[in-house]
C-alpha cells in the first residue's frame, strides 16, 4: 500500500491483514525500537501499567526498563527531559496521557522544543515525539476530551500529525520517530479501537502529506483524525442520491499539505472543512482563509465550516454527543453547500 | 607573558577531572578565567552603550564569575553544561570561543547562533553546552534529560546545570530534582543563588535558606558554599561530579553569590539595601581570588599586567573579528527553522 493511497479500515481488501489503531501504533514503536536503539519511551503508566490505552502494552517486558521508563507524575519534565536526551543523541518518545494535560508541558514544547534548533543557529535538534491522545467519545468532561490541536499548528518549529487509520498511524509514527524535529502525534480516543488494513515494517507515510481518503465531484470535506470516519460515513449516505464527496484527511496539522486541499477545492467548488475541536479558532479557520485566499472567484460558495461550538465539554456522554458534529450534521451541511 | 594560557579555554574545557586545583597554579588558572569574564562582560557593557549590539536585552554575571568558573573547571570534556539568559559567564567558562559571544550579541553570522540567539541564547555544542534559556528554570529538565540519555545509554558524561534562586521556586526544578533522584541521574544541579528573583529577596522565596536542607528532602546531596570563593566552588563541585560519574546520583549545589549590577541595564536595583550592596561588593570573587594569589606569592604585578594586557588585546581582537563578519539574514534565519524542512512549510 502506498503513502498516499492508504484507504479507510471499512473498504479494505479482504487478503489484507486487519489490526486496531492500538495496535498499530504498538507495532510501529516496536519496530523502531527493534531497529534503533536511540529510541526509548518515557512517560506515566507507560511501562508496567501498558499505557492508559494499552498502547505500549508489553513493551517494558520486551525492552526492558532502561528504555521504557515509568516516570513520576510531572508532565512538563516527562517532554522537558525527552527534550534533553534527543539533544544529546536519544530519539524518545515521551507519551502526555490527555491532551488536556499538554497544558502543564506548554514552556517545554513551545519555549523549548520549538525554538531549540533555530534559536541556537542549527547547533542543536531535537529528534523527539510527545504522543497524546485527544477528544470526545467517554463523556469525560472539560479536562479529559479537548481538542487542542490548532494551539500547536500555531507555533513554529513544532510538527504535528493527526492520524486517522491504522496505517497512517503506523506510517506516520515511524516518520515522525525517524524526524530530526519535535513531532507531536496526536491520537484519538475513539479510534484506538477501530480496525483498518495492517502495513509492514516498511510502511512510512511522510509528515506534511494529505490524504485523499475519498474522491468525490462534488463537495470536497477537509477533515483529520476521528471525524474522518464521520464525513467518510456521510458521503456513503450522501452518495445514495448521487452526491458524490470527496474527503481530503490532512493527517498533518503542520505543515499544511495545502497543495492537495487546493487541488480537491478546485476541482469541487465546494468546501466544508470540519473537526472536532471549537469552532473559534480551530484549525479551520486557517483552512477556510487559505482556501479562501487561494480560490477567490472560483468557489461556487463560500467556504463552510463545520465545528463543536464555543463550549467547555459536559461530562456526560448524551451532551457530549449533542455537541460534536455527527454524521447528520455533516450531510445537512453538505446539502446546504450544494443549495448555495 | 602570563602563566595563565589564554588560549586554553578556546581549546576546551579542563581535562583536570576531580582533582581539586590547591596548588597555586591552579588558582592562576581560575584568576584568569574569572578576570576574562569579568573583561569581557564589561567590555559588553560598553558595547551596549555604544549601540553596536543587536538588541537592548543584556544580563551580565559580574560579582558571580566564580560560579561558573569553579563548577566547569571540574568539568571533563564529555560533560554537559545548561545555562540562563544570565549565561555569558558560563559559555566563557566551559569554552565557548570568546568571538562566538561578541559577535551573537551583535547579531553577526560568526556569533554562537549566527546572530539568532542573542545574550539569552548561547550555545556551544563542541564543548557541550547546550544552550542558556531564557525561561527561568525552564532549561533544568534539558540537562536533566541529558544525563538521563547518559544513564540509559552508559555513556560516563555528566550534566550541570546552572539556575538561579527564581528557578528553585519553580515547579520544574521540583519535577527534575525529583526525577533526577529517583533514577539516580549523573546531575549536578547548581542553585546560583545572587540573592534577587529579579527583585524579591531570597528570604521572601522561601523560608528556608539552605539548599543542603532542600535537598534532603529529596533525599540526594546537598550543599550549601561560598560562591565567591573560587577555590571552595572549585571543590565542592569536585566531589559533586565525581559522585555524579560513580553513578552515585544528583547533588543539588548552592552557590551564594551576588549580582553586583542591575537584573539588566533597565534596572537601578532600588529595591536593594545599599549597605548591603556594598557588603557583597568587599567580597568580589576576582579581588578576593587576586588577594589570594598575592598571599600565595603565586604571581607578581608584572604577570597580572600581562594578563590585562593579553585579555584586552583578546578583546579587541574579537569585537574586530565580530564587527567583519557579516550580519544575520531574514533569509538564512527563515531557513534555519528546521533541521528537516518540508516543502511547504510556511
Redesign the interface.
Known amino acids: 500500500m502506498s503513502a498516499t493511497g492508504t484507504t479507510a479500515g471499512s473498504g479494505a481488501a479482504t487478503s489484507a491483514r486487519s489490526i486496531t489503531y492500538r495496535e498499530s501504533i504498538r507495532e510501529a514503536l516496536i519496530e523502531e525500537m527493534e531497529d534503533d536503539p536511540r529510541v526509548i519511551l518515557l512517560g506515566e503508566d507507560v511501562g508496567r501499567y501498558g499505557g492508559a490505552y494499552a498502547v505500549s502494552k508489553g513493551l517494558l517486558e520486551q525492552f526492558g526498563d532502561r528504555r521504557v521508563i515509568d516516570t513520576p507524575m510531572a508532565e512538563a519534565m516527562i517532554v522537558g527531559t525527552a527534550l534533553g536526551a534527543a539533544v544529546v543523541g536519544a530519539r524518545p518518545v515521551a507519551e502526555i496521557m490527555y491532551m488536556d494535560f499538554i497544558t502543564l508541558v506548554m514552556d517545554q514544547l513551545v519555549n523549548q522544543a520549538a525554538k531549540l534548533h533555530v534559536m541556537f543557529g542549527g547547533q542543536l535538534s531535537a529528534p523527539m515525539v510527545v504522543r497524546v491522545q485527544q477528544g470526545t467519545g467517554r463523556g469525560a468532561g472539560p479536562q479529559h476530551s479537548q481538542s487542542l490541536e490548532a494551539w500547536f499548528a500555531h507555533v513554529p518549529g513544532l510538527k504535528t500529525v493527526a492520524p486517522s487509520t491504522p496505517a497512517d498511524a503506523k506510517g506516520l509514527l515511524k516518520a515522525a520517530i525517524r524526524d530530526d524535529d519535535p513531532v507531536l502525534f496526536i491520537e484519538h480516543k475513539q479510534l484506538y479501537s477501530r480496525k483498518g488494513d495492517a502495513v509492514g515494517r516498511d510502511h512510512v507515510v511522510p509528515i506534511g502529506s494529505a490524504d485523499l481518503k475519498r474522491p468525490g465531484r462534488d463537495v470536497t470535506v477537509v477533515t483529520w483524525s476521528n471525524m474522518v470516519h464521520t464525513a467518510l460515513a456521510a458521503a456513503e449516505r450522501l452518495a445514495i442520491d448521487g452526491t458524490e464527496v470527496e474527503v481530503v484527511d490532512l493527517r498533518t496539522l503542520a505543515p499544511l499539505d495545502m497543495e492537495t486541499v487546493l487541488t480537491s477545492c478546485r476541482r469541487t467548488g465546494r468546501v466544508l472543512v470540519l473537526h472536532e475541536a471549537c469552532r473559534t479558532g480551530g484549525l479551520g479557520a486557517e483552512v477556510a482563509a487559505q482556501v479562501g485566499e487561494e480560490l477567490y472567484g472560483q468557489l461556487r460558495a463560500p467556504v463552510r465550516r463545520l465545528a463543536a461550538p464555543d463550549i467547555a465539554l459536559p461530562a456526560n456522554s448524551a451532551l457530549e454527543r449533542a455537541l460534536i458534529p455527527d454524521e447528520d450534521a455533516v450531510v445537512a451541511a453538505v446539502e446546504s453547500l450544494l443549495r448555495s | 607573558m602570563s602563566t595563565v594560557d589564554l588560549q586554553r579555554s578556546e581549546d576546551g574545557p579542563s581535562q583536570s577531572g576531580t582533582t581539586v586545583p590547591s596548588d597555586s597554579a591552579g588558582l592562576l588558572r581560575l584568576f584568569g578565567q574569572m578576570l576574562r569574564i569579568r573583561r569581557a562582560e564589561e567590555r559588553v557593557l560598553e558595547l551596549l552603550l555604544e549601540n553596536r549590539l543587536s538588541s537592548t536585552m543584556c544580563h551580565v554575571s559580574i560579582g558571580q564569575e566564580a560560579v561558573a568558573v569553579g563548577v566547569c573547571d571540574a568539568l571533563g570534556p564529555d560533560d554537559?553544561v545548561?545555562s540562563t539568559h544570565r549565561g555569558h559567564g558560563h559559555y566563557l567558562a566551559r569554552g565557548g570561543p570568546l568571538v562566538g559571544l561578541i559577535a551573537e550579541l551583535m547579531g553577526r553570522e560568526a556569533?554562537?547562533?549566527?546572530?539568532?540567539?542573542g545574550s539569552m541564547?548561547l550555545?556551544?555544542?563542541a564543548h557541550g553546552h547546550?544552550?542558556s534559556?531564557?525561561?527561568v528554570g525552564?532549561?533544568?529538565?534539558?540537562?536533566?534529560?541529558?544525563?538521563?540519555?547518559?544513564a540509559?545509554?552508559g555513556q560516563p558524561?555528566v550534566?550541570v546545570v546552572f539556575f538561579g534562586d527564581g528557578a528553585s521556586t519553580e515547579?520544574?526544578f521540583h519535577?527534575?530534582v525529583?526525577?533526577a533522584a529517583?533514577?539516580s541521574l549523573p546531575v549536578v544541579f547548581v542553585l546560583e543563588n545572587n540573592q534577587f528573583a529579579m527583585s524579591l529577596p531570597w528570604s521572601r522565596s522561601t523560608i528556608e535558606p539552605s539548599i543542603a536542607v532542600k535537598a534532603s528532602a529529596y533525599g540526594i546531596a546537598g550543599v550549601d558554599v561560598d560562591g565567591q570563593d573560587v577555590m571552595a566552588v572549585r571543590a565542592a563541585a569536585g566531589v559533586a561530579v565525581e559522585r555524579a560519574r560513580r553513578g552515585d546520583g544528583p547533588t543539588l549545589l548552592g552557590a551564594a553569590t551576588y549580582r553586583f549590577l542591575g537584573h539588566s541595564r533597565a534596572d537601578p536595583s532600588a529595591y536593594r539595601d545599599k549597605i548591603e550592596e556594598e557588603r557583597w561588593k568587599q567580597r568580589d570573587p576576582v579581588v578576593l581570588a587576586r588577594r589570594a594569589l598575592a598571599v600565595a606569592g603565586a604571581a607578581d604585578e608584572a604577570e597580572l599586567e600581562a594578563l590585562e594586557t593579553a585579555i584586552a588585546r583578546e578583546l579587541d581582537a574579537a569585537v574586530a573579528e565580530a564587527e567583519a563578519s557579516p550580519p544575520a539574514t531574514v533569509d538564512e534565519?527563515i531557513a534555519?527553522?528546521?533541521?528537516?524542512p518540508?516543502?511547504?512549510?510556511?
Request: positive net charge.
Open positions: 554537559y545548561s556569533g554562537a547562533c549566527r546572530g539568532r540567539g541564547h550555545v556551544d555544542a547546550l544552550g534559556n531564557a525561561i525552564g532549561h533544568i529538565p534539558i540537562a536533566t534529560g541529558a544525563a538521563l540519555w547518559a540509559v545509554s558524561s550534566s515547579g520544574i519535577e527534575c525529583n526525577f529517583v533514577q534565519a534555519g527553522m528546521y533541521a528537516t518540508i516543502g511547504g512549510m510556511r
